[in-house]
């Protein structure tokens, strides 16, 4: 375990070192109507192209899709092995999303999530851990459809927030 | 079309009035269960007023803010959002964009746009661009 950290040390271990480029169990999820009915209807957004199948099957697309970030509610497998993350509170940093094609539903989306960077940042929040993961979504046929890069921010000492590491 | 856009255009206003309600269904809906964005004490104790929106909603209302915007004929290609501050449910968020560039390659009509979520107090806490396709006269 991690103990208290001063600011000539480092929070980054070889074993968290070790995460850099490891593959996430790959996790298949089916493209459910009615999941993206109701993130459809959490975000706000009233886009027919989501909901209205008539609508969607007579545009460009040809039937009913997901919404852009729809993928945050599809989450990564574990990884092969425990993640020893070093902190307690947990802040999301930002995503860059890529779109090759549309995720329909009806699709099954495979995702595989990887640590492409770790670095430390040391702020009025004392040490922060910044986790740079790649996401890559891919279909049924084989098609890389998107990739999230997401930055994660990690800090501070405690009770682990619920949700850390599912993000 | 793509040959509408000119630089410097910039997108209708999207406006949001989030509740905790709101942050609730989106938790639920993207099983994103942080504490901090539905638990009042948990959020106090980090130093908070108030619970805190999903940086990842505010992603959701940009590409809405996007999408709406190009409609069924365009492409939303690529999506980079930062959350630089944190917002509030009860305040209103208010999404703009404008056109920055505006190109074609390999006949495709691009489009790229800074976008943004503006607070109450008229600062962009939630910075970011998009890169669209859009259909051209030409392409028809």
């Known amino acids: 375990m991690t103990t208290s950290v001063s600011s000539d040390d480092t929070v980054i271990s070889e074993e ?13 999820y089916e493209i459910e109507r009615h999941a993206v009915e109701r ?19 007579s545009s460009s697309y040809g039937g009913l899709i997901a919404p852009p970030t729809f993928f945050r509610s599809l989450l ?15 802040l999301d940093g930002g995503s860059k999303y890529r779109y090759n094609e549309p995720v329909r539903v009806g699709d099954q989306i495979t995702i595989v999530r990887k640590i492409t960077d770790l670095f430390e940042k040391h ?7 910044f986790k740079i993961s790649e996401i890559s979504y891919t279909n049924q046929e084989g098609r890389l459809v998107a990739t999230q890069t997401t930055t994660t921010i990690t800090y501070g000492t405690g009770e682990k927030d619920s949700g850390v590491g599912d993000h | 079309m793509f040959e509408d856009v000119n630089v410097g255009d910039e997108l ?52 809405e803010l ?9 492409r939303l290609l690529e999506l980079d959002v930062s959350y630089r501050a944190i917002d509030f449910p009860g305040d209103t968020a208010t999404c703009v ?7 074609i390659e390999d006949g495709v009509g691009l489009v790229e746009i800074e976008i943004g979520l503006r607070n109450p107090e008229g600062a962009i806490s939630t910075p970011g661009r998009a890169l669209v396709s859009l259909p051209t006269h030409s392409a028809t």
């Open chain 2, 97 to 103: 964009g404008k056109v920055i560039d505006a190109r």
């Open chain 1, 39 to 57: 993130f459809t209807c959490a975000i706000g957004d009233p886009n027919p192209l989501y909901t209205n199948k008539d609508f969607a099957e």
């Open chain 1, 123 to 129: 702020g009025r929040m004392g040490t922060m851990l």
């Open chain 2, 12 to 63: 209708p206003e999207l406006v949001k009035h989030p509740d905790n309600r709101q942050l609730v269904m989106y938790a639920g809906a993207s099983q994103d269960f942080v504490a901090i964005h539905y638990d009042l004490n948990v959020a106090k104790e980090a130093g908070h007023p108030n619970v805190i929106i999903h940086g990842a909603l505010k992603s959701a209302w940009l590409g």
């Open chain 2, 66 to 74: 996007v999408t709406g915007w190009i409609g069924p004929e365009g």
């Open chain 1, 16 to 28: 968290l070192r070790s995460f850099i480029d490891l593959e996430s169990n790959a996790v298949t």
């Open chain 1, 76 to 90: 990564p497998g574990d990884y092969p092995r425990p993640y020893p993350e070093p902190f307690a509170h947990i």
